[in-house]
Every structure is written in structure tokens, then in C-alpha cells.
């Protein structure tokens, strides 16, 4: 199901590079959190630090992730923001949100609530049971260079499983993660909002790659040949 509440008349919205404030809160039936980011975001690379509650730093890199506390960052699984969420969703089901609005998607599993200004994003909120995340965007006018930026970092990649499996990743629109006596479980949702639960281990599974087993727990017809054909000459 598709909403739209119309606002004001503008052709064209952007998915733009920039420096940007946003807060973030995360409200359920007993309790709210409230978080503070600062994101530098150009081509293919984005930097965000979060200041509050907690001080931490997470980056990507083409298709590389990385996280920490400090100075150093290790390689992780794929981190996607609520604007990550909401311009993947819209691009993967080829939705308009071209005018300045409040458009609303629903799947069956969560609901997208997307508002636009001047042909940028600025508010998104996400239910998923009775999890409600939104997100407040503020874009500045700030000059700065990406690389120096990414330069007061180390990136670290001591990630052991295979890269192919990072391909497959992809095909979430996010996922959570968890690892626990030698497998990791990666559950959420693909583009088109339905389940999709996989699990990464030594011993068994459905597709085999160099020594690791992928086990495929829960996933829709399209997004399983998806997989398939990702892992095709593996």
C-alpha cells in the first residue's frame, strides 16, 4: 500500500552527497532512545559518528564496512541507516517520491513513512511491530574533503568469511546480525520488505564456498534464485 500527502509542487528529489546532523529515536512500549549523528557522505564513501548516547564511528567504503570506538575501525557486516533503508526501498521498487511530500509504504512485515523538502529527505519513520524509529535530517552548506577526512582512521579487515558472502548481503535491505558457537545468523528483510533469514557456518548448508556452508532458513522465491545466482560459480 502506497500514501501520499501532497504538499508542495517540486519535479525532482536528490539523493545528495553533503554534511548532514540527524537525530534518531527509537521508541518502544515502554521507553524511548534518542541518538546524535554527524555524517560526512561523498561518492562512495560515508563517515558517521555517533556522540550520543554512546561515542562510536562506523564507515563505508565502496562496499566495505568498518567500526569502533576510536581511531582504529575493524571491517564488519553491512550497517544501513534509516536513509540508506528508505533510498534502497524506494530505487529497488521503483517508487516516485519526485514531489516534496509525506509518502507512506506498507509490506507486510513493516511501514516506510518518507517526507521531502526542497527534493531532499528529511524525516523517515519506520514501525516494525511495535518498534517505531525515525529519523530528523539536517543538511549544512560545509566544505570538506572526504579522503582527508577518512585519513584520521585506520581500517582494519579482519573479517574471516568468504567476500562472496558480502554479495549476498546485499540483497538484504537490512539485516541484523549475531554470532554464537561458530555460525552467524543474519535475519531482516529484502527489498521487497519480506523475510529473509540466513545462516553462515563450517559444517552445513545449502551452498558451499571455499570451506563455508550457507544455510538459507527463510526466503522468497525471487530473492533465492537472487542468492543462487550470486553464488552461481562458487
Same mark, same amino acid.
Given at each position: 500500500m502506497v500514501s501520499f500527502f501532497y504538499l508542495a509542487g517540486i519535479q525532482t528529489l536528490a539523493f545528495s552527497d553533503g554534511y548532514y546532523v540527524r537525530m534518531v529515536y527509537e521508541t518502544t512500549k515502554n521507553e524511548t532512545f534518542m541518538r546524535s549523528e554527524e555524517v560526512y557522505e561523498s561518492g562512495d564513501t560515508k563517515i558517521v559518528t555517533v556522540s550520543i548516547p554512546e561515542s562510536f564511528t562506523w564507515v563505508k567504503v565502496k562496499n566495505q564496512w568498518y567500526i569502533g570506538d576510536g581511531t582504529t575501525l575493524y571491517r564488519t557486516y553491512p550497517i544501513k541507516d534509516l536513509l540508506d533503508i528508505a533510498t534502497e526501498y524506494v530505487k529497488a521498487n521503483h517508487l516516485d517520491i519526485s514531489k516534496d511530500g509525506t509518502y507512506k509504504f506498507s509490506t507486510e512485515t513493516f511501514t516506510l513513512e518518507i517526507s521531502t523538502i526542497s527534493g531532499e529527505i528529511v524525516r523517515i519513520v519506520r514501525k516494525v511491530g511495535d518498534v517505531v524509529t525515525t529519523m530528523y535530517i539536517n543538511k549544512f552548506s560545509k566544505q570538506f574533503d572526504i579522503k582527508s577526512i577518512l585519513s584520521r582512521y585506520n581500517l582494519v579487515n579482519k573479517m574471516t568469511i568468504p567476500e562472496e558472502f558480502f554479495k549476498v548481503f546485499n540483497l538484504f535491505l537490512w539485516m541484523n546480525v549475531t554470532e554464537k558457537e561458530g555460525m552467524i545468523k543474519c535475519s531482516g528483510y529484502d527489498m521487497e520488505g519480506k523475510a529473509l533469514e540466513l545462516e @553462515?557456518?563450517?559444517?552445513? =548448508?545449502?551452498?558451499? /564456498?571455499? =570451506?563455508?556452508?550457507?544455510? @538459507? /532458513?527463510?526466503?522468497?522465491e525471487k530473492t533465492l534464485k537472487e542468492i543462487k545466482n550470486v553464488l552461481r560459480n562458487n
Open positions: @553462515i557456518n563450517k559444517s552445513n =548448508g545449502d551452498l558451499k /564456498v571455499n =570451506g563455508y556452508y550457507l544455510k @538459507i /532458513v527463510k526466503a522468497s
